[in-house]
């Protein structure tokens, strides 16, 4: 995890990072990944126009930015657990959630550096197609900016979320763990 999410993980950068959208002060949703009651990630969900600079980042790729269009961010952060399907489950079943309880959710757009192989692999498992590769800020500056651009659409036909061995659930307090 370490590797691709090149972040402070102290309890105060986490806290100043990810506080606002745990206490909804912030637009999108800081989720914290469980399996088994446990906690094993992070998932983060955002419409792309709130963030501008994102957006104007991604101008190259779709401009104008919907307003429907969303992204997300997720991480493992339990080595164990990584190379083990966990991430498709995780990405479909966030994914699925967005479309059955958001209405204006037309379409999800995830960038992931072209390196990071088991990130766009994964969402290419759960459905997500790439539709672009450019070159964007990477997240951890050892990298390099050629980034693919991956995007789900919203199903034609009601989508419901499927159970999934890990679920994604609201926390009261970001994650504290270094993993």
Known sequence: MRRWWNHDV????????FGAGVDGTEPGET???????QAIGLLLR??????????????????PMPPGAYSMDYLI???????RGLGTAIVAHAAADLFATVADADFLLVPVV???????RALQNAGFRIIADTELAPDNPIDNPLHFV???DRPHETV????????VTPTAAPPTREN
């Open 114 to 120: 072209a390196a990071n192989r088991r990130s766009w």
């Open 10 to 17: 102290t309890p105060e950068a986490v806290e100043r990072d």
């Open 77 to 83: 952060g339990e080595p164990e657990l990584i190379g």
């Open 150 to 152: 991956l995007r789900l």
């Open 46 to 63: 955002y419409r792309l126009v709130d963030y501008a600079e994102y957006a104007i980042e991604l101008a190259a790729v779709i401009d």
């Open 31 to 37: 989720l914290i990944v469980e399996c088994d009651s």
């Open 160 to 167: 419901t979320p499927t159970a999934a061995p890990p679920t």
